[in-house]
């Protein structure tokens, strides 16, 4: 690995689905490095660009004005994984490792560092790609608020933000209709998203992967509140969610991705069965991919900055092979290698649940 005091060029991308504050870390990184005369390379296109040098250098002028907008100005993938790449051979698509490919890549371009923003099939990647010898530092990123050694990861509060604004405006249709509305956010396996905006948007029955529901519980609570005057329910439910003795909703298989399923329908699912067994008219509304869009919250930019500012200073001190977390609302270092291939779900302990519980939420058990 190369000193850490002499280098001189690093590197930046972004892997896996996008999330709010992308380009806000991308931001910090170039700002950051450039302040201390460092040269700095964008990846485009994530891990894939690695493979087919797709390098682009960013100045001062490349990030002007990248601060509030979403998506990132690198582009991502999660399919294209240097380990396991797709090439077309006779007319069909085979999968082979193109590491040493990259990694050549990244020495012909003088890169000595490299900062991988991504969720945990880019920390997969980040570090197979440390223990042959880069020098990798990576930033926490998804949505989902799933990966372990971090409290947050950015991305996740504007998510919540948008399912608890949608929230907001279907207790007014639901309240004026008299129905049964339910809404699926994402999440994948972990129940953030739901449990955090269930709680903020007032919903009365919070259903999380990690709790696999009894339907009578749910009707039983529609049912409660009927006879307490309230002809409404708001429901949140997880798109990885599912009844006990069930299995998770899955849209349909997704070939040379590191997610080999995509979860979807189980709010359907779920509005269908209520209104079989209620009577009572039951809507769903998937949020899908408006969760990944748009401007990022304020906290996802500040913690956007701070995250893109310590993978920097990873490097300047040498600490590669490190995740930037937040802790006790400090930034910290977290070692890839504990935490890639792990996961952060909501536990049946969890004191959001106990105060969802307190205030009568059915969480479906």
């Avoid at 700002?31 to 660009?49: S, Y």
């Avoid at 197979?128 to 799933?146: S, W």
């Amino acid at each position: 690995m190369p000193n850490a005091n002499k280098v001189k060029t690093i590197a930046v991308l972004t892997g896996g689905g996008d999330a709010p504050g992308l380009n806000a870390v991308i931001r910090a990184v170039v700002r950051t490095a450039l302040g201390h005369g460092l040269k700095v390379w964008g990846i485009k296109n994530g891990f894939g660009g690695m493979v087919e040098n797709q390098f682009i250098e960013l100045t001062d002028s490349s990030v002007a004005g990248i601060l509030p907008r979403g998506g990132t100005m690198l582009g991502t993938t999660n399919r294209d994984n240097p380990f396991n790449y797709p090439q077309t051979e006779g007319g069909q698509v085979v999968y082979k490792n193109m590491s040493a490919q990259a990694l050549d890549n990244l020495r012909r371009a003088d890169i000595e560092a490299l900062v991988v923003i991504g969720g945990d099939g880019s920390l997969r990647i980040a570090s197979e790609f440390y223990q042959l010898g880069l020098p990798v530092v990576a930033v926490p990123k998804t949505i989902d608020n799933d990966i372990p050694g971090t409290e947050r990861t950015f991305g996740f509060d504007t998510a919540v933000t948008v399912a608890t604004d949608a929230l907001d405006r279907l207790h007014t249709t639901a309240e004026s209709h008299h129905r049964v509305m339910v809404l699926e956010v994402m999440g994948r396996y972990a129940g953030w998203i739901a449990l955090h905006a269930g709680l903020a948007g007032g919903a009365d029955c919070i259903l999380i992967p990690e709790i696999p529901f009894k339907l009578d519980s749910v009707i039983a609570k529609i049912k409660e509140r009927q006879q307490r005057g309230r002809q409404f329910s708001l429901i949140v439910i997880a798109e990885g969610a599912y009844r006990e003795g069930g299995e998770m909703s899955v849209s349909f298989i997704v070939e040379g991705s590191h997610e080999k399923i995509r979860l979807g329908g189980a709010g359907e699912k779920l509005a269908r069965e209520i209104e079989k067994l209620t009577g009572v008219e039951s809507r769903c509304t998937v949020l899908g991919h408006v969760q990944r869009g748009g401007s990022p919250t304020a906290f996802d930019r500040v913690l956007s900055t701070r995250y893109g500012v310590a993978a920097v200073e990873c490097i300047f001190d040498g600490a590669f092979g490190n995740m930037v977390a937040l802790q006790k609302n400090r930034i910290i270092r977290v070692p890839i290698t504990e935490i890639a291939g792990q996961a952060n779900n909501v536990t049946l302990d969890n004191e959001l649940l106990k105060a969802g519980r307190a205030i009568g939420i059915c969480f479906g058990d």
